[in-house]
């Protein structure tokens, strides 16, 4: 089993539709966690970080659920410029050390549609 | 431009050859960070400094890997007698430490070296 899974994709969603995108993870030591959004041929880039009371940000839900080492994100009244590839993080640090060891997910991509 | 910075953007060698990448962080941030990221996946975690110290390596980084950040600030990234499997796109990315061990920070990541050996 993979460290980190997410949906196949693509999601092609017309403009407006709410889409949400699905993560598990199989280390329950996780710690920290994390979606980064990637364009095509560009770096990814931090869209927003994942809190245990699960957290809002305009459009934007993610939620966390230790129990079931899962995560979620939701994107409402999606935009064209929501289309990318959504990558799911997870960050394996440990609290005794400095050790940091992020692993991210394969992505799962997005085409917002007229 | 304030940002992470790679040099070269793009690089193309010949199976054998070593190459060798730089990756500039943000001049604040302390911690560094190499992936390396193939098509359709997500990047893969190679290696972390916390300032010019190398904390974690990744099993994925063989012997023919080495990192550096020999003053804590920027970081080279050589590969030695590349193979044709190391083609793939190296990103670097930086953040800020976090007041204890176990805090992590945003990490902002650099445009990438993309590497063809032939």
């Known amino acids: 089993r993979k460290e980190v899974e997410q949906d196949p994709g693509p999601f092609n969603v017309p403009e407006g539709a709410t889409v949400a995108f699905n993560c598990t993870y199989s280390?329950?030591?996780?710690?920290?966690f994390f979606w980064y959004r990637q364009d095509c041929r560009k770096e990814p880039k931090l869209l927003m970080s994942v809190y245990s009371s699960g957290n809002e940000d305009g459009r934007f839900t993610a939620q966390l659920n230790r129990a079931s080492q899962y995560i979620s994100l939701l994107i409402r009244d999606s935009k064209l410029s929501d289309s990318a590839t959504y990558l799911c993080v997870v960050n394996q640090n440990s609290r005794d050390n400095y050790g940091q060891n992020f692993v991210f997910g394969p992505g799962t991509r997005l085409s917002v549609l007229p | 431009d304030t940002g992470v910075s790679q040099d070269p953007r793009h690089k193309i060698t010949k199976r054998g050859q070593n190459v060798t990448f730089r990756c500039d962080p943000i001049s604040e941030h302390n911690r560094l960070y190499w992936y390396r990221q193939t098509l359709g996946q997500g990047p893969e975690f190679l290696t972390y400094f916390q300032n010019e110290a190398q904390l974690e390596k990744s099993r994925l980084l063989s012997d023919r890997f080495s990192a550096e950040r020999p003053k804590g600030s920027f970081s080279t990234l050589e590969i030695q007698r590349t193979e044709q499997g190391d083609s793939a796109m190296y990103l670097c990315a930086s953040s800020l430490e976090g007041a204890t061990s176990g805090d992590t920070y945003e990490q902002y990541f650099g445009p990438g070296t993309r590497l063809t050996v032939t």
């Open positions: 280390n329950s030591a996780s710690q920290s």
